[in-house]
C-alpha cells in the first residue's frame, strides 16, 4: 500500500527553469493539498483540489500552478523557478463522509533547491 | 477553520508527561479537533482527533472541556522519540471537502536525556 507518492524526491534548478513535481495517492481519496515547508518554518498551503476537476488558491500560490488529472494525480508546476522557491513540497491527501476522521496522509515530501 | 493558539515551544525530560494546551475560542457546532505531528524531513502525521469529553488512543489522550474553546493533547511518559511539532487543527474535517486546510506554526516539543 503505497499510500501518498510525490516525484522527485530531490531536485536542483537553476532560476528561470521549470519542472513539475508529481503526487498521486492509491487510497481513492477526493481532495489532495500541496504545501510548502521552509527551513524551520510551519507548513503553507500552495493549492488544494476537493475533487477532480477542481483546484483552489491556498496561502501562497503565486508562481505555481497545479493540474488535477484524475483522482489519483495531482500535479505542482513551477513556470519559472525562483531562489525564494527553495523548500520542501508536501503532497498530501484525505477523504472526508461516510464515518472517518478526513485527516490528511502526507507524502514524503520532494526537496527543492533553486539556485 | 477556526484560528488556533498554541505555545510555540516546549521542553520536557524523558518519562515526563507532556501537556499541549491549543485555543480555539471560535469552535464551531459542528468542527472538530484534530492533532498532528511532525518529525523533521517528514510530512506530518495524524494522532488523534476528538468532538468533546476525552479520547484515548494507543499514543496520546485529547482532553476537551465543555464548553470546547480549548482542547490539551497529553502525551504520557515521552521519550526522545517524541521530539517533534505538534499541530492542531480545529474544523469539520471529517465532512468538508473543499476546505484549505492551513497549519498554524505548531508546538516545538523537544525531549532531553
Known amino acids: 500500500n503505497a499510500g501518498v507518492t ?6 536542483v534548478l537553476k532560476t528561470g527553469q521549470s519542472m513539475t513535481l508529481q503526487c498521486a495517492q492509491d487510497m481513492n481519496h477526493n481532495s489532495m493539498y500541496w504545501y510548502r515547508q521552509d527551513p524551520g518554518m510551519g507548513l503553507r498551503l500552495i493549492y488544494y483540489s476537493a475533487s477532480e476537476g477542481t483546484t ?5 500560490p503565486n508562481g505555481y500552478n497545479v493540474s488535477r488529472l ?7 508546476r513551477l513556470e519559472s523557478a525562483a531562489p525564494s522557491q527553495t523548500s520542501v513540497y508536501f503532497c498530501a491527501s484525505r477523504r472526508t463522509g461516510t464515518v472517518n476522521t478526513g485527516e490528511l ?3 514524503e515530501g520532494s526537496r527543492l533547491t533553486v539556485l | 477553520l477556526a484560528k488556533t493558539t498554541q505555545p510555540i515551544s516546549m521542553d520536557s525530560y524523558e518519562g515526563q508527561e507532556v501537556n499541549i494546551t491549543c485555543s480555539h475560542n471560535n469552535i464551531a457546532t459542528n468542527d472538530y ?6 518529525f523533521p524531513s517528514q510530512g506530518p502525521r495524524f494522532i488523534i482527533q476528538g468532538y468533546k469529553t476525552k479520547v484515548t488512543n494507543e499514543v496520546a489522550s485529547l482532553f476537551i472541556p465543555a464548553d470546547r474553546k ?8 515521552v521519550s526522545l522519540s ?11 474535517l471529517p465532512n468538508q471537502a473543499g476546505t484549505a486546510l492551513i497549519f498554524g506554526k505548531g508546538t516545538t516539543l523537544s525531549v532531553s536525556s
Open chain 1, 6 to 11: 510525490q516525484t522527485p524526491k530531490f531536485q
Open chain 1, 56 to 60: 483552489d488558491k491556498g496561502e501562497v
Open chain 1, 70 to 76: 484524475n483522482k489519483r494525480e495531482f500535479s505542482l
Open chain 1, 105 to 107: 496522509f502526507f507524502g
Open chain 2, 33 to 38: 479537533i484534530t492533532w498532528y505531528q511532525q
Open chain 2, 70 to 77: 480549548s482542547s490539551t493533547l497529553s502525551l504520557p511518559r
Open chain 2, 82 to 92: 517524541d521530539t517533534a511539532v505538534y499541530y492542531c487543527l480545529v474544523g469539520d
